[in-house]
């Protein structure tokens, strides 16, 4: 148990659309991570919040966005959805900035589903 | 840019047996590695972090190592159960502070 909670579990969308999918992280934890997992790959980095602000984008498209809230809870959005971002996405915590010295505790995921 | 292989991709192996996963990295300049395990359509888990200064770590049945200057490390399962049954996946930070860089991981079965 990590104390990293994801909202939801499942979602399925159609394309075109757009999903909004939340993270909770354990207090104290200034520092959010949001991971793209596609089937039998490794989770790929989209950006990461430091403190609220956006601090580091991995190559992923604009459409994804995201913010990072006081109460240690964030959230990943995603515009004009497309089949490819059928995948299951992980958020990560940590107690600073993530990377150098600190374990990154993951959440459950969403598992999104695009049809 | 950083990037991370694991070998083999898949691995099934009787009850009780030991074994090693691999898995290599281009950029050696890494401040850790980090060895997770994945329940099929789960969260991460992570099992050991080792730090660049360190060669080894340790938890229970579990031994990683690392060999910074081969862009090596091996996680090491002594008398594998049916329940070390997942995905293995190595990651490092791509540098300095920056979040992780994974492998596609190795899918051990181990069967009872």
Known sequence: ETGVTQSPTHLIKTRGQQVTLRCSSQSGHNTVSWYQQALGQGP???????????????????????????????????????????????CASSPGLAGAADTQYFGPGTRLTVL | KQEVTQIPAALSVPEGENLVLNCSFTDSAIYN????????????????????????QTSGRLNASLDKSSGRSTLYIAASQPGDSATYLCAVPNSGNTPLVFGKGTRLSVIA
């Open chain 1, 44 to 90: 790929q980095f989209i950006f990461q919040y430091y403190r609220e602000e956006e601090n580091g984008r991995g190559n992923f498209p604009p459409r994804f966005s995201g913010l990072q809230f006081p109460n240690y809870s964030s959230e990943l959005n995603v515009n004009a959805l497309e089949l490819d971002d059928s995948a299951l996405y992980l």
């Open chain 2, 33 to 56: 590695l980090q060895w997770f395990r994945q329940d099929p359509g789960k969260g991460l888990t992570s099992l050991l972090l080792i730090q660049s200064s360190q060669r080894e």
